[in-house]
Each structure stands twice: as structure tokens, then as C-alpha cells.
């Protein structure tokens, strides 16, 4: 008996409906509704949840083939929504070119560096550029993080398609305008993100 009828048996004998056993284990009555029709597994956790509800092994549930499945699909989603919280994280991390003395500014006989709210060394018009261009990368960084955890799948594609984009951008823009060190440490972030890009699968 495949793990769809197995439950469907185990809420009718309890005399249970759908919407009844889906508050008892705390999800959705889709969720047990997609359960009950073999459309998709439950969570390893959920599994735990309804052994426990129904007095039964989760081996009596799932064939070990098939929780291995489970097991293996659960752990490459959470690397990959790590990965993802991870590459917000790093674009949040752009901050670091506001406050870093990555910026070079001439003091009479030789030249200190300071942050770029002290950075008057260059034009009015690369001052705005770089300005917008951390604020983006700040605000992506929190897009990044919020849509992961409301799962919103497609838009999170269009967003890391967005934030390598900004980030191969932003260093060929730094590079042009000479900010060698900025450069450098935005390259870095760079290289971080398209590394855990490939650790999640592409994200």
C-alpha cells in the first residue's frame, strides 16, 4: 500500500476529515489533500508528526527507498535556501564600501584614504552613481532574503539574475572610474556570490 493510501486509511479509521487532521498537524488541508491524491510527500518533520499522531513507525508509512527520498530532497532544499539567505547577505554587505576607507583623497604632500562621505575626489556625477548603486545592492540584499522566505520562486530568479548583473556592472564601473581597491573588494563579493550560486545548484 503506497504512503497516500496508508493515510487516508489511518484519517478515515480516526474518523477524521481532511480539514481536522491538517489542524492536528499543523498544516494546511491542501497540503493533506495533496498528500491523500500521491501528488507529493510530506516533510521528514511532518512525517514525525503524523507516526506520532497515528501511534504508528514512520517505517509503516514510508518504505526506507522512498524516506531516503524525502530525506535527500529536504536536505538540497535547505542548502539551497541557505545558500540564497547567504548571497543576501552578502549583498547587504555592500554597506562596506560606504564605510571603508577604500578611497583615495590627496592631503596637501600625500594622500590618505577615507569613506565615500569624505570621497570628493571624483565627479559630482560618480558620487550619485556610486551612491545608487550600493543603495541597490542594499535593497536587493533584503529582496533577496524576503522572497526566500516566502518562497516566491519565480520572482527570486529575477532577482539573483538582477544582483549578478548589478554586481558585474558595478565593477566594471568602479574599474573605468579608476577605485582600485573598491573594485577589488566588490570583485570579492562577487566570486562569493557566484560560489554559493553554484553550492545551491544556480540558485
Not at 60 to 74: D, P, Q, R, V, W
Not at 138 to 163: A, C, D, N, P
Not at 190 to 200: N, Q, R, T, Y
Request: glycine letters at 6%; charged letters at 20%.
Amino acid at each position: 500500500m503506497e504512503f497516500n493510501e496508508k493515510l487516508k486509511e489511518l484519517r478515515n479509521s480516526s474518523g477524521l476529515t481532511q480539514e481536522e487532521l491538517a489542524e492536528a498537524l499543523f498544516v494546511s488541508r491542501t497540503a493533506i489533500s495533496k498528500w491523500e491524491s500521491g501528488k507529493g510527500y510530506p516533510s521528514i518533520d511532518s512525517l514525525k508528526e503524523i507516526s506520532t499522531f497515528f501511534s504508528v513507525t514512520i517505517d509503516e508509512l514510508l518504505s526506507g527507498e522512498k524516506l531516503l527520498s524525502i530525506a535527500e530532497k529536504e536536505n538540497k532544499s535547505n542548502m539551497q535556501n541557505l545558500c540564497r539567505i547567504l548571497i543576501g547577505a552578502i549583498d547587504l554587505f555592500h554597506f562596506l564600501l560606504i564605510v571603508l576607507p577604500l578611497y583615495p583623497k590627496a592631503m596637501k604632500e600625500y594622500i590618505v584614504s577615507v569613506n565615500l562621505f569624505g570621497y570628493t575626489e571624483t565627479s559630482a556625477f560618480n558620487r550619485i552613481v556610486y551612491w545608487g548603486l550600493l543603495f541597490l545592492f542594499m535593497g536587493t540584499g533584503v529582496t533577496e532574503v524576503i522572497v526566500t522566505q516566502l518562497k516566491i520562486e519565480k520572482v527570486y530568479r529575477m532577482i539573483i539574475v538582477f544582483s549578478m548583473v548589478l554586481s558585474i556592472a558595478t565593477v566594471l564601473f568602479l574599474a573605468l572610474t579608476g577605485e582600485t581597491y573598491a573594485t577589488a573588494l566588490v570583485f570579492l563579493l562577487f566570486v562569493l556570490k557566484a560560489g554559493l550560486c553554484m553550492k545551491g545548484r544556480y540558485c
